[in-house]
């Protein structure tokens, strides 16, 4: 059985992102695990911090059992749902249910923000998504489950993709039997990424990807995050794939990437494939 981990914090976000994971829980056949991270205040105060942090922590699992009693397991009452709280980071939390647990997939919400609060306030989102080497799936606030039939792949055409990142695709893919639009900025003339699409099936047929309805595509836009929200529109798009490349270069460290950026400007559900 696979296994789904829902980080939530009760808000309208969160909420919309668990009620689409506990949806697509029921594709996959997967066991929930719903985390809520929270923190200890530290005051300074003639009160014990350890009753402080006791009733803190009652007041939180109230609103967890709340959570699951109020709709979770009135409504699905087929998944097997688990519960885990933790004293702490969202991402230090998550970073402790991956070692206890073989995880699937990671279920989050984000909301969008405009340009400058993108720059400035991050997210938990995309701190997991840098931290946490695990299939991230990000929910748009109001992104709503349905079945996913047409699903873009943005692909970097010249990086070297390894094998295993194939193989994550190939099996969201047969669960939902979508049409796979890989779409990307290919950086070279028509030529040369007409060899490159023969190398590229050649790497599908290798994973399984070939028996997937699939199309090979590229943009030679500058702008390529409006260019592939541009093409999710045009094709109907239900499901956006981007792959996240973890690196600990000079470059890096001043630059993010596009899958750090795309989460705040896409209304598609976001799935991020890690390169480890």
Known sequence: MKTILIPTD?????????????????????KIILFHAYHRPFLL?????????EELEKVSLGEFNNELAGHIRDVYVDVTIECYQFNGTVVDGIQKMTEKYDL????????????????LIGSNVISVIQAIKNTVLVIPQEAKFKSIEKCVFA?????ETPTQVFLE??????VFKPQLFVFGKSYVDVE????????????????????????????????ILEEINNFVDFVHSDCLVMMHKHSESFEAIFHRDNTTIMPFHTH?????????
Do not use: R, W
């Open 104 to 119: 699937d997939y990671i279920i989050m919400g984000i909301s969008g923000v405009n340009k400058i609060k993108e720059m």
């Open 268 to 276: 598609l559900p976001l799935l991020v494939l890690q390169e480890n």
């Open 10 to 30: 009760f808000s309208d976000v969160a909420t919309n992102a668990t009620n689409y994971a506990l949806d697509f829980s029921c594709h996959i056949q997967a």
């Open 169 to 174: 695709l190939k099996c969201f893919c047969e």
């Open 155 to 159: 692909y970097n055409y010249i990086h």
């Open 45 to 53: 105060s003639s009160l014990p911090l350890v009753v402080l942090g």
């Open 192 to 223: 040369k990424f007409n060899q490159i699409k023969l190398m590229m099936e050649d790497v599908f047929c290798e994973v399984g990807i070939c028996k997937i309805e699939h199309v090979l595509t590229f943009s030679e836009e500058k702008e």
